[in-house]
């Protein structure tokens, strides 16, 4: 049975890892807090990693969220997501384990999706200090890159869309509560389609990477198969409030013109708000799935969401 370490495994996607593996790994975890969890043989704090025993795998979930209100300091994201990652990927270099899995983000990669979809080969520009402390711990990795070869030691950076599961909506707040209030959708004319990522998907994935000897390190983004738009994803959400939808199909020019005066009067619908809410962000996850020898994810969009709106009733 291989040893794994998780950092940040108090966490909503570290607890669902443990939930997941630990009847197939031998779970060590290493987070702020250490409270004693089911599944885990030990969680250790950040000043004990040399009392870590050896390990087969590293993933490397510790990081600070990134926050849609703008209102955490820069600095504090170079800190935990930059500086964490230096300091664990360091220790794996020492370390007997064999596989490092950096949990990164398509945000690294880029804010808003320059074309049709998001691929590996698009040149990093990310915006805002989120997406800029992943991509500076994705360079420091690289740049070991050599270390690690010599070393025989695998190196994965995980790109994943935005990631939900039973107990944590994301991004999804917004829709869900204005379903909940029973607001009519206005938006219906923009058929952006978005690409999201089940809990069990990222485990599934994370799971093949330290259980397999066989998938090629590398960075690989991850996201279910099918892209949702955002009037589907408001009619799930109807669907498991067993409501009727509400989706009113104004003008595009109208609701443009509404967002221009909402951005002179500083009022809650503004361009860069209509913007967020009606851009495409397509996400390309063929490179995993050809790297695992799949066709398809275990889980599709419309059932993963299901099972994340269902848990909120």
């Known amino acids: 049975m291989k040893k794994i370490l998780i950092t940040g495994i108090n966490g909503f996607v570290g607890s669902n890892f443990t939930h997941n593996w630990n009847d197939r790994f031998l779970l060590y975890g290493l987070d702020l807090v250490q409270p004693p969890k089911e599944g885990v043989e030990r969680i250790f704090s950040w000043d004990e990693l040399g009392k870590i025993p050896p390990v087969d795998a590293i993933v490397h979930l510790a990081g600070k969220a990134h926050d849609t209100k703008n209102q955490s300091e820069a600095k504090s994201y170079f800190d935990i997501n930059t500086g964490l990652t230096q300091r664990i990927f360091d220790y794996f270099l020492q370390s007997d384990a064999r596989a490092f899995v950096f949990f990164s983000s398509v945000k690294a990669a880029a804010d808003s999706v320059p074309g049709d979809v998001l691929t590996e080969e698009i040149v990093p520009d990310p915006k805002g200090p989120y997406g800029e402390s992943k991509i500076k711990a994705e360079e420091y990795l690289l740049s070991k890159q050599s270390v690690a070869d010599s070393l025989q030691k695998k190196v994965y950076i995980v790109r994943p869309c935005m990631i939900h599961g039973p107990g944590n909506k994301g991004n999804l707040n917004l829709l869900y509560n204005v379903v909940k209030k029973g607001i009519p959708w206005p938006l219906g004319s923009f058929d ?122």
């Open 192 to 313: 952006n389609r978005r690409s999201f990522c089940s809990v069990d998907n990222i485990s599934y994935v994370v799971e093949q990477l330290v259980a397999r000897d066989d998938v090629p390190g590398g960075i690989y983004h991850v996201g279910d198969d099918e892209p949702l738009s955002t009037n589907e994803l408001i009619k799930l959400i109807c669907e498991s409030m067993g409501r009727k939808a509400h989706i009113w199909h104004l003008s595009k020019g109208l609701m443009n013109g509404m967002a221009g005066i909402g951005t002179s009067l500083r009022l809650p619908l503004n361009r860069e708000r209509l913007r967020k809410l009606t851009e495409n962000y397509v996400v390309s996850n063929a490179k995993i799935k050809r790297a695992l020898g799949i066709d398809r994810m275990p889980v599709s969009a419309k059932d993963g969401m299901r099972k994340t709106l269902d848990s909120f009733q």
